[in-house]
């Protein structure tokens, strides 16, 4: 399923929403498409809408379009919809090709960016460089010869990255749409159905080698000419053996494959015309061979990762959408014995009486206790009318020291005198700092002495459960499955509300 222009044009990381989406217990479904969406921060609300209320929704929607999930904008008495490519329909058009889901959303003003590290400005740094110096250094047809090589190792590079999943818009913008009678368009025919194969390279490989080794020797003309010409005398084999591929096997042209054979003429034509065969030493030849082993090694070292990495997310997806499969998740949770507590309103924040209640089993000095915290007050801040959730912390007096029990105290009086807000934001202050002194500020500054008796009720329930080591997730009275890592709960909250049987 593609829907590129739709994910650009939420500005999402196309590797990471693919991933979770191909994950979801429910793909290719609207709902697993919903889900991941609201999973990428983009929130929103799906419906089955009848078509007379179409005229009633805002002037940017989601629906299935041709079978295919698109980004509709009303223009006028037009709609334009952006899916694997852009159309534009008129409203009878549009109604007959579509579905009655209808998704609205909200787009996220900072979505987040999985991706580590940006190496695209360094890239341009090091072109930029490599540029000016050809400019300033060489002469003017050397220059050209650089530029050519610089333009093969950026069109290389994103048809490198396009084999691994990245959608690439200079690719996209070269190659255009298929057509009616196309299921995919000629360059993806030609570079993804590639079946050269040496040490794990495509052909679309070797172009990023050979042009990332030519951009290199060409900062060491006219030394290098000898070398660089010979170089691109042996391309003639490159450029026959493609146009053979496109012509007679695969019996369509890729315009992205063209423009390199272009480049490449290019630059066959500069050496042909104007190189002269200088002499050259045997310590530069020594080099050079070093040069173009490192660039080889280094494409093949990428080229195994990335593979490796492909592999390994295609496998979590099978594995998480078993994973995530609610039936499965509620079977878990069931099997281990109900806890009954009789103390459910200590330290209890949200809805009283929501269907689903979560109970947190903590410490204020465990050092784990401060993701678990924060998750569960992340999905209370998300589902405020949906939630009831009590913290329950192990308080002893035999085995708390001073300063413990003067933080339980100044939390029990922020709790009873305070806002709720007051309290989830002292509990989040103390995680951040583990400062008792800030506190007992947030509580009034002066020393406390509230009545701890339910705290140590609450405890003694939690050490009769077996509840000892912390965190711990109680979910409706069943403790959260160890099989599952506790941020996996954010996966199967909306059914653990909307289910009537638990």
Same mark, same amino acid.
Request: proline content about 3%; charged content about 20%.
């Given at each position: 399923?593609?829907?590129?222009?739709?994910?650009?044009?939420?500005?999402?990381?196309?590797?990471?929403?693919?991933?979770?989406?191909?994950?979801?217990?429910?793909?290719?479904?609207?709902?697993?498409?919903?889900?991941?969406?609201?999973?990428?921060?983009?929130?929103?609300?799906?419906?089955?809408?009848?078509?007379?209320?179409?005229?009633?929704?805002?002037?940017?929607?989601?629906?299935?379009?041709?079978?295919?999930?698109? =980004?509709?904008?009303?223009?006028?008495?037009?709609?334009?919809?952006?899916?694997?490519?852009?159309?534009? =329909?008129?409203?009878?058009?549009?109604?007959?090709?579509?579905?009655?889901?209808?998704?609205?959303?909200?787009?996220?003003?900072?979505?987040?960016?999985?991706?580590?590290?940006?190496?695209?400005?360094?890239?341009?740094?090091?072109?930029?460089?490599?540029?000016?110096?050809?400019?300033?250094?060489?002469?003017?047809?050397?220059?050209?010869?650089?530029?050519?090589?610089?333009?093969?190792?950026?069109?290389?590079?994103?048809?490198?990255?396009?084999?691994?999943?990245?959608?690439?818009?200079?690719?996209?913008?070269?190659?255009?749409?298929?057509?009616?009678?196309?299921?995919?368009?000629?360059?993806?025919?030609?570079?993804?159905?590639?079946?050269?194969?040496?040490?794990?390279?495509?052909?679309?490989?070797?172009?990023?080698?050979?042009?990332?080794?030519?951009?290199?020797?060409?900062?060491?003309?006219?030394?290098?000419?000898?070398?660089?010409?010979?170089?691109?005398?042996?391309?003639?084999?490159?450029?026959?053996?493609?146009?053979?591929?496109?012509?007679?096997?695969?019996?369509?042209?890729?315009?992205?494959?063209?423009?390199?054979?272009?480049?490449?003429?290019?630059?066959?034509?500069?050496?042909?015309?104007?190189?002269?065969?200088?002499?050259?030493?045997?310590?530069?030849?020594?080099?050079?061979?070093?040069?173009?082993?490192?660039?080889?090694?280094?494409?093949?070292?990428?080229?195994?990762?990335?593979?490796?990495?492909?592999? =390994?997310?295609?496998?979590?997806?099978?594995?998480?959408?078993?994973?995530?499969?609610?039936?499965?998740?509620?079977?878990?949770? =069931?099997?281990?014995?109900?806890?009954?507590?009789?103390?459910?309103?200590?330290?209890?924040?949200?809805?009283?009486?929501?269907?689903?209640?979560?109970?947190?089993?903590?410490?204020?000095?465990?050092?784990?206790?401060?993701?678990?915290?924060?998750?569960?007050?992340?999905?209370?801040?998300?589902?405020?009318?949906?939630?009831?959730?009590?913290?329950?912390?192990?308080?002893?007096?035999?085995?708390?020291?001073?300063?413990?029990?003067?933080?339980?105290?100044?939390?029990?009086?922020?709790?009873?005198?305070?806002?709720?807000?007051?309290?989830?934001?002292?509990?989040?202050?103390?995680?951040?700092?583990?400062?008792?002194?800030?506190?007992?500020?947030?509580?009034?500054?002066?020393?406390?002495?509230?009545?701890?008796?339910?705290?140590?009720?609450?405890?003694?329930?939690?050490?009769?459960?077996?509840?000892?080591?912390?965190?711990?997730?109680?979910?409706?009275?069943?403790?959260?499955?160890?099989?599952?890592?506790?941020?996996?709960?954010?996966?199967?909250?909306?059914?653990?509300?909307?289910?009537?049987?638990?």
């Amino acid at each position: 399923m593609i829907f590129d222009k739709l994910i650009n044009y939420l500005k999402l990381d196309k590797q990471e929403f693919v991933f979770q989406f191909n994950s979801h217990p429910n793909y290719p479904s609207a709902l697993a498409f919903s889900d991941t969406l609201n999973f990428m921060g983009v929130k929103n609300d799906a419906y089955e809408l009848d078509k007379e209320y179409w005229n009633e929704l805002p002037e940017e929607f989601i629906a299935i379009v041709e079978n295919s999930f698109s =980004l509709v904008k009303k223009s006028g008495n037009s709609y334009s919809v952006y899916s694997e490519k852009t159309k534009t =329909l008129n409203q009878e058009e549009l109604y007959n090709k579509s579905t009655n889901f209808v998704l609205l959303f909200e787009k996220a003003e900072k979505a987040d960016n999985k991706l580590a590290f940006n190496f695209t400005p360094i890239l341009y740094a090091i072109f930029a460089i490599i540029l000016i110096y050809s400019l300033l250094s060489l002469q003017i047809y050397e220059a050209i010869f650089n530029l050519l090589s610089l333009a093969g190792v950026y069109i290389s590079l994103e048809i490198f990255n396009q084999k691994f999943g990245n959608s690439s818009t200079v690719i996209g913008s070269i190659c255009g749409v298929p057509t009616a009678t196309q299921t995919v368009n000629a360059c993806d025919k030609i570079i993804k159905q590639d079946k050269t194969s040496i040490l794990g390279l495509k052909f679309s490989d070797f172009s990023l080698i050979y042009f990332t080794g030519l951009s290199v020797l060409g900062l060491f003309l006219p030394g290098t000419a000898y070398i660089v010409k010979g170089f691109t005398i042996v391309s003639i084999l490159a450029i026959g053996y493609s146009l053979y591929i496109q012509a007679f096997v695969e019996k369509a042209f890729c315009r992205v494959c063209l423009l390199i054979i272009s480049i490449l003429i290019g630059q066959l034509a500069i050496t042909s015309f104007f190189f002269q065969n200088l002499p050259f030493e045997i310590g530069t030849l020594l080099l050079i061979v070093i040069l173009w082993v490192l660039i080889f090694s280094t494409v093949i070292y990428f080229n195994s990762i990335l593979e490796q990495k492909e592999e =390994l997310q295609k496998s979590n997806a099978k594995n998480l959408r078993f994973k995530r499969n609610y039936e499965l998740f509620k079977d878990q949770l =069931l099997q281990k014995e109900k806890i009954e507590f009789q103390d459910t309103h200590t330290f209890s924040v949200g809805k009283k009486d929501a269907r689903l209640r979560i109970s947190i089993v903590s410490n204020p000095y465990c050092g784990f206790c401060k993701d678990a915290h924060k998750l569960v007050e992340n999905l209370l801040e998300k589902y405020p009318d949906d939630i009831s959730l009590q913290m329950r912390f192990n308080y002893i007096p035999e085995r708390a020291d001073e300063k413990y029990t003067r933080l339980i105290s100044d939390l029990a009086h922020i709790y009873n005198n305070k806002t709720e807000k007051d309290f989830l934001n002292a509990v989040e202050e103390w995680f951040e700092t583990k400062d008792e002194g800030k506190i007992n500020i947030l509580s009034g500054g002066v020393p406390t002495s509230e009545n701890l008796n339910a705290l140590i009720g609450m405890s003694t329930e939690n050490s009769n459960a077996g509840l000892n080591f912390t965190p711990v997730f109680v979910i409706n009275g069943y403790q959260y499955p160890e099989k599952y890592d506790r941020e996996d709960i954010v996966f199967f909250v909306d059914e653990l509300i909307e289910d009537e049987d638990f």
